[in-house]
């Protein structure tokens, strides 16, 4: 497989001390989960890895192939198509994250598929990484056939930089913008949309935190600022300040209308890295437009998906029956 050019160490992500209080008048709040962690085994499930659905031309005669890894529970019915996307700070997006959290829900009935997607690390925008959704969604419909999917129950999920993703495929359904030409003849809409704590407004995604903090995600070059505006030429690179209509071409709610497919989120009260308000102000857009929305706010818990950085303990809340019942319970009702 073809590697990514070489790129410079990845930028330091920043964390806030302090997080203040957010508006939970419109969502379900509950106490820190801590309650039986999930366990699978279950259920037979047979694992595809390394399935290559798209490959990018990265320039000066080099090429990325970018690939899911996916898990088929083993039984005879046609299954909905659940679309893993991992976080990474905009800058890895590992497909291996979350396994089993992953074979929970394939456990449940479902095809889940993880996918690697385009990160800063590849010279990519979030442009870049919604077009690689979107053809993972069209590579896999077009293959359902042999995965056992029904092509006509998909839906999207995804954590942090893939709770990002995850939104902005949602509610960019039909948007020709996004689009690739691999795989035409097959729709990259999906049906139903799982955002665990995923910025949307990047412009203010240090609006809850200390004064530090907001500095820091303001200044020029961040992990966010690089994936709006794409690589810079002298290194340094741009503020999100710097051009505020071209973050809210990155925002979803810019494509939020009232077709859009129904959405579940969930942040925690703590989360030092991505401020709560983030998946308000998306419920927030989705409830103005009359689509259904669920924001679920986990009292105490942070960031979820630090084992990218080393830490596990963060996952706790996020991986027990509780939290993962009401996804499956989400995606039950809705597919």
Not at 23 to 41: A, K, N, W, Y
Not at 180 to 194: E, I, K, M
Request: aromatic share 8%; charged share 20%; net charge negative.
């Amino acid at each position: 497989m073809s590697q990514s050019p070489q790129q410079p160490p990845p930028p330091e992500i920043v964390f806030a001390t302090s997080v203040a209080d957010g508006d939970t008048s419109t969502s379900i709040v509950l106490d820190l989960p801590e309650g039986e962690q999930i366990s699978t085994g279950r259920i037979a499930v047979e694992t595809y890895p390394d399935v290559v659905y798209a490959t990018r031309d990265l320039g000066a005669g080099r090429s990325l192939e970018l690939a899911v890894d996916l898990l088929v529970p083993q039984t005879d019915e046609a299954k909905p198509l659940v679309l893993f996307l991992s976080g990474g700070g905009f800058v890895v997006s590992p497909k291996e994250a979350a396994l089993e959290r992953r074979r929970y829900v394939a456990e449940a009935g479902y095809v889940v598929a993880s996918a690697r997607y385009r990160t800063i690390m590849d010279g990519a925008t979030y442009a870049d990484g919604v077009a690689d959704v979107k053809s993972a969604i069209r590579f896999l419909r077009a293959h359902a056939a042999r995965y056992g999917i029904d092509p006509a129950r998909v839906a999207v999920w995804g954590e942090s930089a893939g709770g990002y993703l995850a939104a902005m495929t949602g509610a960019s359904n039909g948007v020709d913008r996004f689009e690739t030409p691999d795989n035409p003849d097959h729709s990259s809409d999906v049906q139903a949309v799982v955002d665990q704590f995923g910025p949307s407004d990047l412009l203010n995604l240090a609006a809850d935190f200390d004064e530090a903090a907001r500095r820091a995600h303001a200044a020029p070059g961040t992990p966010a600022a690089a994936y709006v505006f794409g690589p810079s030429p002298d290194g340094r690179g741009r503020a999100l300040a710097d051009d505020p209509a071209a973050v809210a071409l990155a925002d979803p709610a810019t494509y939020v209308r009232s077709g859009t497919p129904p959405f579940l989120l969930f942040h925690g009260s703590r989360d030092t890295m991505i401020s709560p308000s983030q998946t308000l102000l998306l419920h927030t857009a989705l409830r103005a437009h009359g689509v259904e929305s669920t924001r679920y706010v986990l009292t105490g818990a942070g960031h979820g998906d630090l084992g990218f950085l080393g830490d596990e303990k963060t996952g706790l809340p996020w991986n027990t029956q509780q939290t993962m019942g009401l996804i499956v319970d989400f995606l039950n009702a809705r597919l």
